[in-house]
């Protein structure tokens, strides 16, 4: 059974920092394709980034224009876990956090959906 238990989400002033983590299990990190999205109040989910499937390598990285250069995703595949490493954050980027997961290996078309989904973390920036 596949499952994504997102954490690591709370209030935060600008310019702060904070990191999520999407714990899985049902499959193996490296496996699929996972990605981070978002959505704020009264807007819809977005992209913020992705890591595609990987056997032994890093595994591209795929990112939101807005977050480049902020947020950095990655993988540890001891905890099968992914991450959103986010710097400088600013209060555009509160919204909810949901990780994603899909069978395939490459980022190709994620903006599109995912086969699997966590419930989200709630992200706040805000003084």
């Known amino acids: 059974q596949v499952q994504l238990v997102e954490s690591g989400g709370g209030l935060v002033p600008p310019g702060g920092s904070l990191r999520l983590s999407c714990a899985v299990s049902?499959?193996?990190?490296?496996?699929?394709?996972i990605a981070w999205f978002r959505q704020a109040p009264g807007k819809e989910r977005e992209g913020v980034s992705c890591?595609?499937?990987?056997?032994?390598?890093?595994?591209?990285?795929h990112y939101l224009e807005s977050v480049k250069g902020r947020f950095t995703i990655s993988r540890d595949n001891a905890k099968n876990t992914v991450y959103l490493q986010m710097n400088t954050l600013k209060p555009e980027d509160t919204a909810v956090y949901y990780c994603?997961?899909?069978?395939?290996?490459?980022?190709?078309?994620?903006?599109?959906?995912?086969?699997?989904w966590g419930k989200g973390t709630l992200v706040t920036v805000s003084s």
């Open positions: 994603g997961a899909s069978p395939y290996l490459l980022c190709s078309g994620w903006r599109d959906g995912m086969n699997y």
């Open positions: 049902g499959f193996t990190v490296d496996s699929y394709r």
């Open positions: 890591i595609s499937a990987s056997t032994g390598s890093v595994g591209s990285t």
